[in-house]
């Protein structure tokens, strides 16, 4: 792994052992993309005198405009760039834009200087991955002058050794008198030389969030974004680009991911020769920072992984990235625990013996974590009051929450709470005292989202009483757990705390003061396992798994619902980030009957806990539950740090697949689910993956029954054959016919 420089073409290859980045100075002295793709030979492995430089085609094109006077070979709009402005003959989407105090947008950064590191620096005040030690990555920071505007940019790129992604962003600096105004400041912005392309993206709303939407590029922008103040529901700051043969298991695939979770957009850009430009960032609508002399703004991160084998390998890379080298703290390495959470049980009608009587009876079949959601604090019984005011509700918990957490705790459980930090209801004392702490616009109307409106944390006396507040709480009682909740998005983003000019940052202003929040939350309780939330997951983006490393995936906890937001969500999201619980039926987001075990062989995948009252289930259930609970706790280290392949999809059929398999390829776990039954389907095998293709495994379904032994090659190459999930014909399992909402696992283990 490594950084060179050819200083004679000015070319950099920033490379591994599996893939390369090329990129150089161009003619005019900005930066042009050369490659991005599987390894190519680095110096002293080519032959003599060679080098990347034709990769740039300077040819001439009828109508454009040129750079240079008399000559017809150097036009911007057809040069592969790394960091493009608009304005200076190229007319595609630019990575940036500044807006100067003569009106103009014209800017031109050309190469001063670079530098190449060991290791990885930090970003300040935001998230981003991390190296733990200095030979894990490089990086490369190149910086750009534009001498008329005295200003800086630099563009800092990270490869690792053991990762095939390079991380990137971008650092504005004013070092002039006059001020400067960023209306665009993308993250990443790449050139890439065709358009033979799908473009994979994760889109939704609440409660089906992260489906995959894939289409063909075609010319023009094809985007996806959000606006709404968080990443959202709607639209994942992901973009993937494959091949149209690429499948799960072969072909190539680039992942591109923003670690960011606010306003975001994400485009590609075919233009009409044939050259695709990916660009992500944070979206430019609502956008305008003022960079007065002597700041500097720098970018979120943004994440690219190439991989030359398919969609699963390019998932494996951001599932190793993101839980290793994004997600940090105590928890993460560790399997997670086995939560009970009583808001589907209770939602706000709960006291503290109703809370006990659902622990105790949790705690009986092993559960180890209880979690207390909405409605402790304040006058919080309903969700038109109370929020803002985090001081425990005595009428429900006489004993605070510390007393509550002492007698979780005596039981032999952690203790887990609920929070939503970034928000008052106006019936609040909160907000009564202080009415300008809320995002607005004097004279125009407050819009709400579920009776509530959003703190102004770009104020950073705002943070800090909210900080103040909660600390104290957390301080006094014993608190293992944070679920983190987040439940409408931004509307009237004004904030009292800054003059006209600064109105466009606040978006991003507010989600610094969220990360602060974060980091200072961490830091003091660096025990507590956080967990992301938004509405269920409509912030479940990278940035907030740098803070929190797993996150409420949906608030749709129907096993076949799940099915398809738990796929989608692997593609780029590790399965220890995805929160996952079994709950009731009939399932309260879309009144289905599911059985207990498709409910759990769901969840498994993910943290795995449970979201109804355990005590209304009969004693067949409960020791149902308990076996889920002893199975979960035997295979949660190789599902939830094991490596995940998908294989088949249910965004395609009625069946959908899935396994994990330990780093030393001994053991694998295959979920298989069927949503619907029909008579006499046709035969069906799984080709299973990753095994050891000379080992024997002894397969058991779910654990228990033989299922026989087959080698590795059988399995991977002839497949498990799993015909007997259709009905009529097939065998009785335990006295129960098999039918709709169906599902097994296997679990292989390598033998001697
Ligand atoms: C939305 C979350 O997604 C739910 O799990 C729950 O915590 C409610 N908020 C509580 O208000």
Redesign the pocket.
Known sequence: MGIQYDAKHQVFHLCNDRISYLLAVLRNGQLGQLYFGSRLPAAGEMPKGHDYTYLFEGVKRATSSYVYEGDFTFSLEHVRQEYPAYGTTDYRMPAFEIRQEDGSRITDFVYASHEIMDGKPKLQGLPATYAERADEAQTLAITLRDEKIDAELVLSYTIFRDFDAIARHACFQNNGSAGLDITRAMSLSIDLPDADYEMLQLSGWWARERHLVTRPLAPGIQSVGSLRGHSGHVHNPLLILKRPHTDESQGEAIGFSLVYSGNFLAQAEVDTMDVTRVSMGIHPHAFDWCLARGEHFQTPEAVMVYAAGGLNAMSQTFHALYRTRLARGTWRDKVRPILI?N?EATYFDFDEDKLLKIARTAHDVGVELFVL???WFGARCS?TSGLGDWQPNTDRLPNGIKGLSEKIHALGMKFGL?V?LEMANKDSDLYRAHPDWILHVDGRRESHGRNQYVLDFSRKEVVDCIHDSIAKVLRASSVDYI?W?M?RSITECGSKGFPAKRQGEIFHRYILGVYDLYERLRTEFPHILFES????GGRFDPGMLYYAPQA?TS?DTDAVERLSIQYGTSYAYPIVSMGSHVSAVPNHQVFRETSLKMRGDVAYFGTFGYELDLGTLSAEELAEVRGQIAFMKEHRELIQHGTFYRLKSPFAGNVTAWMVVSADKKKALVGCYKVLNSTCSPFQRLRLQGLDARADYAVKIDGRTDFGDYTGAELMRAGLVTSDFSAGEAPREAGKHCTDYWSRLYVLKAKG
């Open positions: 959470n808001w959601d909405d409605g969700d609920w939503e679920k909740d439940n939330c938004a509405s269920g409420w608030d």
